[in-house]
């Protein structure tokens, strides 16, 4: 393999693998603190792109109708600040309909309900925004740069660049915040944390509010490198990011991030050496084979739960 | 607080009347009930529902007039009570003496002799109603086969506890394999060539050929048993999945079985009696081994594993014939429903007929042979019925099941044993 | 009276836990409340930190406020009750150190907990060596300790105990008991619940005896000590 | 109102042609089903206001039952099952996928009932079927178009493909695009034959194959939907040569979706939308003034069978009431229609039922417009 | 020959030695206790014979069979049974289930049998389900047969655990802690049990506990476990008179009860 064929797929794999962190990042958020598969999150996902979309044709038509003239960067950041607190007002009403009620439920229920949430989001989707997909519209004109025969677009620059910078955020934020500690300690043992003096239910909404906000933030970085959308565009990511938390290893934030990655990394690097008819198939086989071999995640911990003392 | 229980006891009260007025009704007395009701609509069906203003005999209880046409409703309406509801209540009521009589003398036989007395009652009820229309006809096999998948996702789901994503690759692997096996030997095509056997066993060939069909689904199933020795829960949820996509990726890329564009072709051989006998006989060994103590070793495993082990259970052999069990049944659920189709292709088998069967699992009841079959029947029934509302039906049916999640996390009838001999027995 | 309850009910669907109990307790008191298996001991704690609910007609005041207007969050955080749950009840993959910075989480006096910290190392001396191993990992009775240092820096008023002394041996029972005097001393009123009777009657100024969820006896420590019925069914003889 | 709607069933029994839809409302392919639909209820609005269909000197009023697919095959069972046996419908229009119109073509074959799917490309649905027909061309006659016109057109000498390996359509045409292509230049000829799975949004891996292989065209069959990633795609990767399509690009949506970077590729479809003229602008038209946007090709291939099933009914020269009957008059004057004049081009049912009809390339021009290039006919 | 011999074991937890150079003699019959203050090692003494951990060094041999590292249902099949520390029943099994359970080494019937209902295990359940009954007759919890564990008093489901340890009439039985969280009535009545189930059954018996009542009630001999390690080891009286053990565990004054 020449190297620039090689860069080239490294820069492609990035990108790729930076929405599967991207979006395993608020799924595992969710995931982690209260050990529940939100299987809506590749849903709320969805909507988030579609509030982007939304917001920006808006503010777009707003400037071009010369109400209010902005500036596209700052209809972008507007776009993103304004999907960010929607999505995750979505995302609390979410916990607060669905996800509240099961607490001491098990998990499974729980997983069966956010299923069901997500086909109620796609429908709603779809029957708002019609069955035709929607072009996001380009805010930041696409240039690609060339470097020794390597091809990057400004977009994939920042789409890895916003993906890596969150991650670390959110890693610190859980792990050494106060807020991380409580929501680490509401992963073990919900039922206790109110003898702390921490609200359970502040926990948990604030738990879903920040994985819903990052899965806008994916969604609007999806709609600027992959500008078709349609209702049905969240459950392969939903699914792939439950992959890529658990592949990662339980509660660890960094490691579903990575697992995104490398997730990303196989699926290109596979589709690039082999016939890419056999992607999946090898994609597949390679994940089922870390487990097989790593039963607890790339940077799970072992089920401590073996032995209660 | 007390003013909700007071308002709540009534309908519980009225219900209670109903239920004690039928407590002498044994099920056989349901049965004929129901024999009755169907040999009747059979002979005047049609003209009672011309009469009552519909043209013709209401499906599905009148639910597809009710979503279409509202003006029929009370004539549906009137048909269902005229038609389903009375002529079973009142033979199985005023039958009921008699019945019980019956029971009585059936109960006094071996257990085998009552049960198939009373299957082949269902059966009959079945196979009148069922003949009424071709389209019941293809609902009532789907809804036999969902029982079957149902339950055998219980067992690994449910009995077993561990979050299973496999499902519909097990069915695949059945699917497939059932349909090598009838189009490659018994028909003339064009990727197998010509019939190999004339299909005039097809009675003898096909339980065969299905239980082939299981034993290569269970086999994969081993993919899936091994890991589970070192993780469980979440870890194997994924590895379970990643099976499933593993399998579907699999059948895209063998063009021998016709990659993506699929198998077609198969004979007609799920046929009512086929499906009916296969399903009653899964359901019969699935509920034996879930109630021997063998089978009660994957509840000590899903409650405490380490407890377990310490009991002298072998965990690993106990989670392989788990897996290798459920893959079975579910790789002969997808043999007969690839015949039913007569069509099969790889992405019937993805995330959407996992969250079917989930669906289906979780909203009737985990560890529940009831719970499975009320699940799979609910849902399929449900799924056909509120076909007319298109897309409404999809806000529907999850809301239904987010709210039998809230109020029944573990699904409508849980942890029920299924007792045979209390369910044949008379009633006075 | 720092706690006043009046006719507390609670109530497990069918099952009728307590049915109806009135007792109070002072500042700066040690009240033990002890009873078999089952009694409803634990039931009376838990609806004090508003974990249970309870049935409508108990009266429940703590320094004069009504505390049944408060969720369960803010009895610790605004009341300063702290509560150690029956069976520890730690979080398993939190260090004993980030244990016991979270029973500071709502605290205002922020300056205060590096003190609060250095005074439960200086008690239990044991948790200052595990300091940075997971707290699931801990043995039973270090776990035991891990929980009463978690309860003293997340509140200072009253502090509720759930079978404090359950699974520890003697010695460390003993100290334990020492430092939960000590604690008591500091101002921290105690109220206790133990199965042990003995340790219980001997370290408490007062004491009730439950049975199936309703109030048997009541009064001070030292004459419930020779009280037949305790001795014959709680003393062991 | 309510007693007329009482009534009226029985009155209308008589008058009513029924026909059924098993088509994709929700699940996979929703867009599918609603330009399905779409173009139904023109036709059916049009004939109903004109006062019906005259079948032998009666009028009928038509009646079209639409029923949710799901997009998934035992549905599409269970849904047409449905129609021929409850609603009793005269025929058939769809499902549209082929992984629908196999087994739903076995049903309604089984039932002696006439189907036209319109969409599905999968030899099975018609094969060894005499009721099942399709409204769309096979994969074995486009393929050998797109490649000899790209060999003509840009003297290519090595293509590229990529294709959606889990999807029927674009699987069938990407193999017998190749073969074309080969057996003009030699095997090899071909120098990357890449393939995607349905709903994959990036291709940046088998892009970046393609370009390494540095063919001289890229063949693309896929639906209109994904093209414009894909063509962005190939362009932020440094792909600058023509870009060949299918039928699957012709929807009016493409240009909404893909802006300036489809502009100057190609592809073979049924018929050129710019310049249109007779009754495919008509249609193309009405459409965009009742739906605002226009047609894309399943809402042709559609309005085209609905109207060839149309006339079949007509040729029958009266319908008895009998539905067997009526049914096998109607499957009979279906594989007797010759040279039917569509929006799609002529049709002439194949014995097996599949259409003869003629191809025509397009060129997207700069103003986006699907300009006629050539025709190539059979 | 002893019943169970343990030699040399040791087991790490990361960086920490939970069990050091540990020994261990019980001949048939005899019961054996386990003192030591919390984190010493006594649960994971246990956990290491009955398999849940696999020993870093050393050796052990049960009933002439050197067991090491084997599965933890292999050796309880060979005849040691144990109950927790923290109870560990089978949150939707019936009590009856539960003792059933435990004979799972005795099931012969197979996977015919598991599947249809051969008279064979129609058999085989009724002569366990009858073993099940006796055992929950001894101690004295028959009347619970059809309960879930959830809905038991904490005194009747610590004896199912017990019953449950003891219907396969282990030759050797493990108890970690068994009158934890009970009043001293109930300690009373749970040392009879033991004392009466050790009468009927004879096995020899390994028994954690923190209340010397218990230990010098029922124990032949006892070991003291400090920091993983054996500090003393002989009679009940022995033990409590040692100052070491006065020093490490008792504390300075005796306590008795
Ligand atoms: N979550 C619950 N659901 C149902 N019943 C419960 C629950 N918790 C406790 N109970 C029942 O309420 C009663 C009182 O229980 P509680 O835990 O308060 O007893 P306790 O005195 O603390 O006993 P112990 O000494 O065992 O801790 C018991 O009968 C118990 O079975
Ligand atoms: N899985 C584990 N990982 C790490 N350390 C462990 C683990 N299990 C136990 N330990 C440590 O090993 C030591 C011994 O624990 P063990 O449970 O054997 O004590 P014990 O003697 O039973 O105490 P107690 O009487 O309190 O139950 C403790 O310090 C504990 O922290
Ligand atoms: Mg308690
Ligand atoms: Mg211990």
Known sequence: MNLTFFFQNVVNALQWGSFYALIALGYSMVYSILMLFNFAHGDIFMVGTYIGFVLTTGLVALSAAGIVVLPNWLILVLTIVLAMLFTSCLGMLVERIGYRPLRGAPRASAAITGLMIGIILQTTVLSIMGAQRVLYPSLIPTTAYTVGGVSVTNIKIMIVFVSIALMIALHQFVQHSKWGMAMRAMAYDYAVVPLMGISINAIAALTFAIGSALAAVAGIMYGMAYPILDPSMGILFGWKSFVAAILGGRGSIMGACIAGFLIGFIEIFVATIFPSTLRDLIAYSIILFILVFRPHGLFGEPYSARLRL | MHQTTSTASHPRGSLELVRRFFANVPLLAWFCGALVAVILERAVGLSMAQSLGMPRIPVLFGFLVFLKQPALIPGALGYVLLMNILPICITAKIGAPVFNLVSRILYKMPLVVTALVHLAVLYAVFHFWADVNAYRMIMLKMMLISILLTLSLNVINGYMGEFSCSHPGFMALGAYAASLFTVGLFVNDQLFGPAMMTSDYAVVFFPLGLFFTGLVSALGALVIAIPSFKTRGDYLAIISLAFTFIIKSVLENLEFLGGPRGLSGQPDWSSLPMVFIIVVFGVWVINNFVTSTMGKALNAVRDDEIAAEAMTVDTRKTKIIAFMFAAFWAGVAGGLFAHVLRFVNPSTFGIQKLAEVLAMVYFGGLNSVYGSIVGAVSISLLGEALRPLEILKWIIIPLLLILVMIFRPRGLISFKEFNIHNLLKPRG | MLLTVKNLRVSYGKIKALQGLDFTIEEGEIVTIIGANGAGKSTTLRSISRLEEVEPGTVMTFMGKDMLTYPPEKVVSELGISHVPEGRRLFGNLTVLENLRLAAFARKDKGMVGRDLERVFAIFSRLNERKDQKAGTLSGGEQQMLAVGRAFISGRQLMLLDEPSMGLAPLLMKRVFESLEEINKEGTTILLVEQNARMALKFARRAYLLEAGRLRLQGFCSELMDHPEIKKAYLGG | GEKEQADAPKKAVENVIKIGFPIPLTGDIPDVGESSKNAA?????????????????????????????????????????????????????????????????????????????????????????????????????????????????????????????????????????????????????????????????????????????????????????????????????????????????????????????????????????????????????????????????????????????????????????????????????????????????????????????????????????????ESVCP | MPLLEVSNMSHNFGGLRAVNEYNLAIEPGQIVGLIGPNGAGKTTVFNLITGIYRPTEGRIVFNGQDVTGHAPNRIASLGLARTFQEMRLWRHMTVLEHVKMACYSKFTYGLAGAFLQTPKRIREEAEVEELAFASLKMFGVEQFASHWPTDLPYGAARRVEMARAAVTKPKLLFLDEPTVGMTPEEMLAMIEVVRKMHETLKPAVFLIEHRLKVVSELCHRVQTLVFGQVIAEGTPEEIQNNPKVIEAYLGEEKVVA
Not at chain 4, 80 to 101: F, Y
Not at chain 4, 197 to 208: E, G, I, P, R, W
């Open chain 4, 41 to 373: 209820e023109m036709i059916l609005k049009q004939v109903n206001e004109a006062g019906g269909l005259e079948v032998g000197g009666v009028k009928y009023k038509l009646q079209f039952i639409y029923d949710d697919n799901e997009s998934k095959a035992e549905s599409a069972v269970a849904a047409t099952t449905k129609l021929i046996t409850v609603d009793e419908v005269l025929a058939i229009i769809g499902p549209q996928a082929s992984k629908q119109a196999v087994p739903a073509g076995g049903v309604a074959d089984n039932y002696k009932t006439p189907m036209i799917s319109p969409w599905s490309t999968n030899p099975n649905a018609t094969l060894n079927r005499p009721y099942v027909f399709r409204g769309c061309f096979l994969d074995p006659f486009q393929g050998p178009v797109a490649a000899n016109f790209v060999t003509d057109e840009f003297g290519a000498t090595k293509a590229a493909v990529l294709y959606d390996i889990a999807s029927d359509y674009p699987k069938g045409l990407a193999e017998y695009f190749k073969k074309a292509f080969e057996e003009l230049h030699g095997p090899g000829s071909v120098v990357a034959f890449e393939t995607f799975t349905t709903k994959d949004v990036d291709f940046s891996a088998q892009l970046t194959n393609i370009i390494r292989a540095n063919p001289d065209v890229l063949f693309v069959p896929q639906y209109y939907n994904e093209v414009p990633l894909i063509v962005k795609q190939a362009g932020a990767l440094g792909w600058d040569k023509p870009i060949m399509g299918s039928d699957s690009w012709g929807s009016g949506d493409l240009m909404g979706l893909c802006g300036d970077d489809c502009k100057g590729h190609f592809f073979s479809t049924h018929y050129a939308a710019a310049g249109a003229t007779g009754a495919t602008k008509d249609f193309i038209e009405g459409y965009q003034a009742v739906y605002g946007k226009t047609p894309d090709d399943v809402a042709a291939l559609t309005w085209d069978s609905v109207n060839i099933m149309l006339q079949a009914i007509k040729d029958t020269g009266g319908l008895t009431g009998n539905l067997a009957n009526d049914r096998e008059a109607v499957k009979n004057a279906l594989g007797a229609v010759t040279n039917f004049d569509g929006i799609t081009g002529e049709m002439t049912f194949t014995p097996d039922g599949d259409p003869i009809k003629c191809a025509v390339v397009v060129k997207i021009d700069d103003e986006g417009q699907f300009s006629f290039y």
